[in-house]
């Protein structure tokens, strides 16, 4: 785009040297009768032709090309934001990439985790009430073993309530991964938002590109409409200024 923009700068700058020479012609005749006479008659059929005094067209025309040339730089300037805007949304896509992958491989973790606890609670479970069962059968012998049996009952205990913390330990960090997964969502949408913003931007930039070029290729078209629009918006102008001091009278 940097040799676009620097060939439509050319393009302003060759109209305008033209212009230029156009409005102030220098000739080996200049100087002669002839030569005057028919310059003299020119400048007096021109504004006929053009509804324009010489000077008032050539300050209309330079300050339509000024406008132009200003026009190119502010579009290399969007380019130039349009462009760390994409980058900046990539790089952030990049690293909601990342956290969503780090997020899925903890909750993975956590969830064989959380399996494995589960399994672990299971078989304590089956072994308490295989305990029970053969106290039931052997009342006689848990009663000569009875200070053995309290422990194993402690023990036992202990172990069921640690299984249990972890278990709960485990199911508070799959309720932080599924709120965090939940913020990497919205994260997400918001990311998604600003990426359609962007390609509208990108869109409505290459319409006006295509226009450009376009117009490019008319000059003298495009000269002409802008000459007939310049004639409009004055007499709109004028209009306007009239119906304001009407309203102002009447009020």
């Not at 008032?56 to 579009?75: F, P, T, V, W």
């Not at 990539?90 to 399994?119: A, C, H, P, W, Y």
């Amino acid at each position: 785009m940097k040799n676009i923009e620097h060939e439509n700068k050319m393009v302003v700058r060759v109209l305008k040297k033209q212009f230029e020479t156009f409005f102030n012609p220098k000739s080996p005749l200049s100087y002669s009768y002839q030569y005057q006479s028919n310059l003299a008659r020119q400048k007096e059929i021109f504004p006929e032709y053009a509804h324009y005094d010489n000077e008032s067209l050539k300050k209309a025309i330079l300050s339509y090309l000024n406008s132009i040339e200003k026009r190119i730089d502010e579009r290399a300037c969007h380019e130039d934001e349009l462009i760390l805007k994409e980058r900046n949304v990539k790089e952030r896509r990049n690293e909601v990439k990342r956290l969503n992958e780090t997020e899925l491989q903890k909750q993975k973790s956590m969830m064989n985790v959380g399996t494995i606890l589960d399994d672990n609670l299971d078989v304590t479970e089956q072994q308490g009430k295989g305990s029970n069962l053969g106290n039931d059968t052997d009342a006689e012998g848990a009663k000569m073993s009875k200070n053995g049996s309290d422990d194993d009952i402690i023990i036992a205990k202990f172990s069921h309530d640690k299984d249990q913390t972890e278990v709960q330990w485990s199911n508070n960090r799959l309720f932080e991964n599924d709120h965090e997964l939940e913020k990497t969502n919205e994260n997400n949408k918001a990311l998604k938002e600003a990426n359609n913003l962007l390609t509208r931007e990108l869109k409505t930039y290459k319409q006006k590109v295509q226009v450009f070029e376009m117009t490019k290729g008319n000059n003298t078209t495009y000269f002409n409409e802008y000459i007939e629009a310049d004639r409009k918006s004055k007499r709109f102008e004028k209009e306007s200024q009239y119906q304001f001091i009407h309203d102002r009278d009447i009020i």
